[in-house]
């Protein structure tokens, strides 16, 4: 019974790792998203900053992909960028493969 337990614990404790990865990958995500999104609005370095913030924040107020996807979106068309939907969503798959090898390095 002993070792079940154990076992038990050790697979909890797995789950409970790979679910804070991925949090972490996704927030490291939006941020590069955003300042992605940033550049081509022709941010300052400060402005760049908060802005890939408030990208990370649409993840959580909205939740998902789709409401980061609207939010940098809409925030470039307004911008006046010429840009489309796939432009961002190709940005986004980019971001995170580039998010998972800086956390992957820095472990």
């Not at 996704?26 to 992605?36: I, K, P, S």
């Not at 400060?46 to 979106?73: H, M, N, P, T, W």
């Not at 969503?89 to 472990?107: F, G, H, P």
Request: glycine share 6%; charged share 40%; with cysteine.
């Amino acid at each position: 019974m002993v070792d079940f337990r154990d076992r038990e614990r050790a697979e909890e404790a797995h789950f409970a790792l790979d679910e804070e990865t991925a949090f972490r990958v996704v927030a490291r995500r939006n941020r590069l998203l955003g300042q992605w999104a940033a550049e081509r609005m022709e941010l300052t370095p400060e402005e760049s900053e908060a802005y890939g913030r408030a990208v990370v924040q649409a993840e959580f107020e909205e939740g998902g992909d789709e409401a980061v996807i609207r939010k940098v979106l809409g925030d470039l068309v307004s911008a006046g960028c010429d840009i489309d939907e796939a432009a961002v969503r190709a940005a986004l798959e980019d971001k995170s493969v580039e998010a998972r090898r800086q956390l992957m390095s820095e472990s």
